[in-house]
C-alpha cells in the first residue's frame, strides 16, 4: 500500500486531498510547514510526495532542492496556485517530477498520482484492476468492460466509477461523491451526482448502484 506526504499548509485543501487518497487505498500524512515537510521527507518511508509552495518557514522550492541536495529521489508533485511558466519552469529544474496548478480538481491530481507510482514502480497490478460482477475497471488504460463489451466512459464517469468500485457494498453520499470526484470548490446543492449515477446505470447496467434514500448510493456486490 503506497505512502503519500502531503506537504499543505491550507488545513482545507489537505483535508479533502488525504481524505481522496484514503478513499483509494493510499496511506496519507500530512505536514503544514517547510521544515516538517523537510523532515518527514528524508525520515520516513513515503512512495510520494505533494507539495505545496507556499509552505510557512520557507519556500517549497527550497524544500524540494534540498531533498535533491541530499540525494532523496522521492517522485514530488507540486501543488500550487503559482501557474506562470517561469514558476513551472523553476519547480522542474528544483526536481520535480510533475506540476499541478490551483484550483485543481481530485480527478486530475488522482490520475497523476498513479502515473509517478507507476513509473516509480511503486504500484502493484492488482491495485490497477478492479472488478465487481461482470463490469472490470481497468486504471492503466482508463477502460471499462462490462462483459465482454468495452465502455468508453468520460474522465468524470470514470473517476465516479472507480470512486464506487473502491468501496463495493458501502453507502456514499452525495456529499461524499462531489468531495471526491468534483472536488472541495463544488457547490454542494448542485444534483450532479444524481446525473451522472445515471449515466453510469445506463452504460454499466441498471441494477449495479442502488439509491439508498435519505442516505446517497451503494454499488451492489
Not at 449515477?197 to 441498471?206: D, I, Q, T
Request: net charge negative; aromatic share 8%; hydrophobic share 40%.
Amino acid at each position: 500500500m503506497n505512502r503519500i506526504l502531503i506537504a499543505e499548509d491550507e488545513p482545507r485543501i489537505a483535508a479533502f486531498i488525504e481524505k481522496g487518497l484514503r478513499s483509494h487505498g493510499f496511506i496519507t500524512a500530512v505536514a503544514s510547514d517547510a521544515d516538517a515537510a523537510t523532515d518527514m521527507a528524508l525520515s520516513s518511508c513515503f512512495d510520494l510526495m505533494i507539495l505545496d509552495l507556499g509552505l510557512p518557514g520557507k519556500d517549497g522550492l527550497d524544500v524540494l532542492e534540498e531533498l535533491r541536495g541530499q540525494g532523496e529521489n522521492l517522485p514530488v508533485i507540486i501543488l500550487t496556485a503559482r501557474d506562470d511558466i517561469q514558476d513551472k519552469v523553476a519547480g522542474f529544474e528544483a526536481g520535480a517530477d510533475d506540476y499541478v496548478t490551483k484550483p485543481f480538481r481530485f480527478e486530475e491530481l488522482l490520475v497523476r498520482v498513479k502515473a509517478r507510482l507507476r513509473q516509480s514502480g511503486s504500484q502493484t497490478i492488482e491495485e490497477m484492476v478492479l472488478k465487481v460482477g461482470n463490469v472490470v475497471l481497468d486504471l492503466r488504460s482508463r477502460k471499462v468492460k462490462v462483459g465482454q463489451n468495452t465502455v468508453e466512459l468520460p474522465a468524470r464517469e470514470f473517476t465516479l466509477a472507480e470512486t464506487f468500485f473502491r468501496h463495493p457494498g458501502q453507502v456514499l453520499s452525495r456529499e461524499q461523491l462531489l468531495d471526491r470526484v468534483w472536488g472541495y470548490d463544488y457547490d454542494p446543492g448542485s444534483n450532479i451526482v444524481d446525473v451522472y449515477v445515471g449515466y453510469l446505470r445506463k452504460k454499466l447496467g441498471c441494477d449495479l448502484i442502488e439509491t439508498v434514500r435519505g442516505m446517497g448510493y451503494r454499488l451492489r456486490t
